[in-house]
């Protein structure tokens, strides 16, 4: 089944502690991105990558990092989280210009 | 940068009137997407229109993209319970060729 997996799907933490969200695509897709949803601010892109080892900024990339080692994966790493960063985060992969899959998304609050 | 603006944030809808939420985009846009979210779901992907003026059916759905392609459309008639949730749109930059997506629209159903 083609998909997008992401994990933790739920995650509580302390500010600082340094932690990461993974991702994982079997479509062979190029795009991968990560999002942060917010109310009222709709979906907001963290970062995004068109291949392996190539990533770019997005709207928000403040206090988040990625990688892009292998083209299935692009993990989401905060070293530092702080409380502004408690949101609802999604992971999507795409072709080029095409349409975009989502994962089932991951719930952090950072207290 | 590219600004993809959504409105209405909010559509309160007696089951089985008709609404329409709108989508403008600040820059010309190579194609537009249309992304609908259960509450507690991640969004999924309905439609594309790439063509100046394309109309496309879905059932009870109905979506526009502008002469322009700097806006877009989505008419949903006879609206249903199934119909609740909340509705993006997401634009592809001409210039760049990054997604950007609306703040979206969430509907809610009076039965």
């Known amino acids: 089944e083609a998909q997008v997996t992401q994990n933790p799907r739920y995650l509580i933490t302390v500010t600082g502690k340094k932690l990461t969200v993974t991702c994982s695509q079997n479509?062979?897709?190029?795009?991968m991105s990560w999002y942060r949803q917010d109310p009222g601010l709709g979906l907001r892109q963290i970062y995004y990558s068109m291949n392996v080892e190539v990533t770019d900024k997005g709207d928000v990339p403040e206090g988040y990092k990625v990688s892009r080692k292998e083209k299935r994966n692009f993990p989401l790493i905060l070293e530092s989280p702080s409380p502004n960063q408690t949101s609802l985060y999604f992971c999507a992969s795409s072709l080029p210009q095409g349409e975009e899959f989502f994962g089932p998304g991951t719930r952090l609050t950072v207290l | 940068g590219q600004q993809v603006m959504q409105i209405p944030q909010y559509q309160h809808v007696q089951e089985g009137e008709d609404f329409t939420t709108y989508c403008n985009s600040s820059t010309t846009l190579s194609n537009i997407q249309w992304y609908k979210q259960r509450p507690g779901g991640h969004p999924v992907f309905l439609i594309q229109?790439?063509?100046?003026?394309e109309v496309k059916k879905q059932k009870r759905l109905t979506f526009q993209f502008g002469e322009a392609k700097k806006n877009s459309s989505l008419h949903i008639t006879a609206t249903q319970t199934t119909d609740v949730g909340t509705y993006f749109c997401a634009g592809v930059s001409s210039n760049d060729y990054k997604l950007s997506f609306g703040a979206g629209t969430t509907v809610t159903v009076r039965a």
């Open positions: 229109l790439v063509k100046s003026g």
């Open positions: 479509m062979n897709h190029e795009y």
